[in-house]
């Protein structure tokens, strides 16, 4: 074979290999859950999110352990597991989980399910976090990085709206750590969105509603919601709104409007598809009854009432010993809520500065492993994610911080953010083993400590006995 065949047989296969790439690509999404905290007020764990997800999805994160134990949110010891429920999910066929843990020092098993209801699409036994099956290697919490771990799923299309990642620990000694879960998915066609918040802004007597407007209900920083379902309740409900600038919560209800057949009323229909309606009064519901309303901004509110009835006006109440919610009522004592107009999304912010903490370090070969965690800011960078690279990896190797230490000389170790923002590097140099551990020792050092040598006071070491000025007692 020539050389211009062999030359063209190889352009033809990285035409089609990148045809390819492009074609799974085109069809390929992905969404990072990091798990903050765990809010001990609200009784709910902090995700922070960034990528995409199917539109009107949510997901919720909970660990039984990391709920009651101090400031453990994170951990999954022996015997127990943490869920990330995902809702809204049917359709998207999960590629790949990555996850970002650490271990104990030299313990921690680890396993991992994905399930859709009651089937099983993908499951992962329990194992050493150190085996193949993993990272491959302990990973010390005490080295305060985390290192990325990715599951090949390759699952069915998820077909209910009770989807979940279970991550479980063995039953061996020993914990491991998560921070964050990386879904990468094939969402086929699915409308997607991002998963940060929203703008609102209030409408007032001289605001003007159009047709198409989505708006949210909300008064005393509380916006309407359906926890229970209006067939039992037959009042929505109220969840916190702390600020209205950045909505995120996937309970807040939101009401897109439309005109009435005749143009004197409006429709108020959810991010579900349900026309909101009324009954009688105290008598909320979900398409039946009176489902076009009459809506007059005002500066104390807005005069919501279903056209044509005496149920009485949209307003907010507190009931003692109850809880909090938008009903009909025909009192006037009773606030009116106001009408929030929604409005842009709010934008990822970017990387500006990713720095290690000294230009140069030296370590021993006898050390092995290094943990490495260079600050980047703002501390509002919404994707925090980092490439890591080592130009030399005869000397040493990085994954997310982890360096592992191979051999004598001298390596360069970048750290990249992901969005592109910012860029660091260390040089690290690592030297010939001294024989000495220098992280821990097999012998119990005493400490130094006053005794009682007479009528006098000396110090006790391992050395011998010393007096005030430091001579030999």
């Known amino acids: 074979m020539d050389m211009n065949n062999l030359m063209n047989m190889v352009r033809k296969a990285m035409a089609v290999a990148a045809f390819l790439t492009l074609s799974v690509a085109a069809d390929a999404a992905e969404v990072v859950y990091r798990i903050v905290e765990y809010n001990k007020q609200t009784a709910e764990f902090e995700i922070a999110a960034c990528g995409m997800v199917p539109r009107n999805s949510r997901v919720y994160f909970e660990n ?74 302990w990973v010390s919490k005490d080295l305060g990085v985390y290192v990325d771990v990715t599951k090949q799923t390759d699952a069915p299309a998820i077909a209910t709206d009770d989807a979940t990642i279970v991550v479980a620990g063995g039953r061996s000694e020993g914990s491991v750590y998560l921070d964050a879960i990386t879904i990468d998915y094939d969402e086929d066609g699915i409308e997607l969105e991002s998963p940060l918040g929203w703008q609102y802004e209030k409408l007032t007597k001289k605001s003007t509603l159009n047709a198409g407007d989505e708006v949210m209900i909300y008064r005393n920083g509380a916006a309407a919601a359906d926890f229970d379902g209006m067939d039992e309740s037959h009042y929505l409900d109220a969840v916190a709104v702390p600020l209205t600038a950045d909505v995120t919560s996937p309970d807040v209800l939101r009401f897109k409007l439309d005109k009435s057949a005749d143009g004197a009323a409006w429709t108020f229909t959810d991010q579900f598809g349900r026309q909101l309606g009324a009954t009688g009064k105290q008598q909320l519901a979900w398409d039946e009854g009176a489902t076009e309303w009459t809506v007059d901004l005002g500066y104390d509110g807005a005069t919501i009432a279903p056209a044509g009835t005496d149920y009485g006006t949209l307003r907010y109440s507190t009931p003692d010993n109850n809880y909090a919610r938008f009903n009909l009522y025909t009192s006037k004592s009773l606030p009116l809520p106001f009408l929030y107009l929604k409005g842009e999304q709010k934008q990822p912010e970017q990387s500006r500065s990713l720095v290690f903490a000294e230009e140069e ?59 592109g923002g910012a860029e660091a590097t260390i040089r690290l140099v690592v030297t010939e083993p001294t024989a000495v551990n220098g992280v821990t020792s097999g012998t119990k050092m005493q400490r130094p400590r006053k005794v009682l040598s007479g009528n006098k006071v000396v110090i006790q070491t391992e050395q011998g006995r010393y007096g005030v000025d430091a001579a030999m007692w």
């Open 361 to 419: 370090q030296t370590v021993s070969l006898d050390a092995a492993h290094i943990g490495l965690r260079p600050t980047l800011l703002p501390k509002t960078t919404t994707d925090k994610r980092l490439r890591w690279s080592s130009s030399n990896e005869s000397v040493a190797t990085v994954a997310g911080g982890f360096v592992t230490l191979l051999g004598v000389g001298e390596t360069t170790i970048t750290a990249a953010a992901f969005d």
């Open 64 to 137: 039984e352990f990391g709920a009651t134990t101090g400031n453990r949110y994170n951990q999954i010891p022996r015997n127990r597991e943490a869920v990330l429920y995902l809702e809204g999910w049917q359709g998207c066929k999960v590629r790949s989980i990555t996850f970002s843990m650490c271990s104990n020092n030299k313990s921690g098993q680890v396993g991992v399910a994905l399930n859709d209801g009651g089937t099983t699409l993908y499951e992962s036994a329990p194992v050493d976090f150190a085996s193949s099956e993993w990272f491959g290697s």
